[in-house]
């Protein structure tokens, strides 16, 4: 084959490649409302393991609910939950109308400060949870549950 039919055939793939690539990518990008169901779903799961650790707490403790639900929570809230929150979907609806005020998009610091605080006080539950002690996941429970309302009360609207 000559060089010039290589550097041909060469650059014909390329382009087949990145043409084939840019397609995936573009059938890869949610739609706005794709994305806030998603983030809607996956506060739901959080709030439903809160909500099996909190009657944990206040009933019989049940140490392997409790691990299970706070890895969920844990799991969660180290997974990027921020990358649900791009641009265009400040409004909209997904399973139901967001929540969210547009001061989300705004305050990117503080939203980074809340979702570092939610990591870290979720991952230290999950490691209580562990140990199995009803008093010590019960006093960390509570500084989770904090995260969350800093979270709320700053960027949620209130239904």
């Not at 979907?89 to 980074?112: I, M, S």
Request: charged share 25%.
């Amino acid at each position: 084959m000559k060089k010039t039919t290589s550097k041909v055939l060469l650059g014909l793939s390329a382009a087949t490649v990145l043409i084939a690539s840019t397609s995936v990518l573009a059938q890869q990008t949610p739609k706005p409302e794709t994305l806030i169901k998603w983030r809607q779903s996956a506060y739901q799961v959080i709030g439903w393991n809160s909500g099996r650790i909190k009657s944990s707490l206040e009933g019989q403790y049940n140490k392997e609910e409790v691990i299970k639900a706070a890895n969920t929570i844990a799991v969660l809230s180290n997974a990027g939950l921020g990358a649900l929150f791009p641009a265009g979907t400040e409004q909209g609806k997904g399973w139901h109308d967001t929540a969210v005020k547009p001061e989300l998009f705004k305050d990117g610091k503080r939203v980074g400060e809340l979702a570092a605080n939610f990591s870290k006080e979720a991952n230290e539950l999950a490691k209580l949870a562990l140990a199995g002690d009803p008093a010590a996941v019960k006093e960390q429970y509570g500084k989770l549950t904090r995260t969350c309302k800093a979270c709320h009360d700053d960027f949620k609207v209130s239904n």
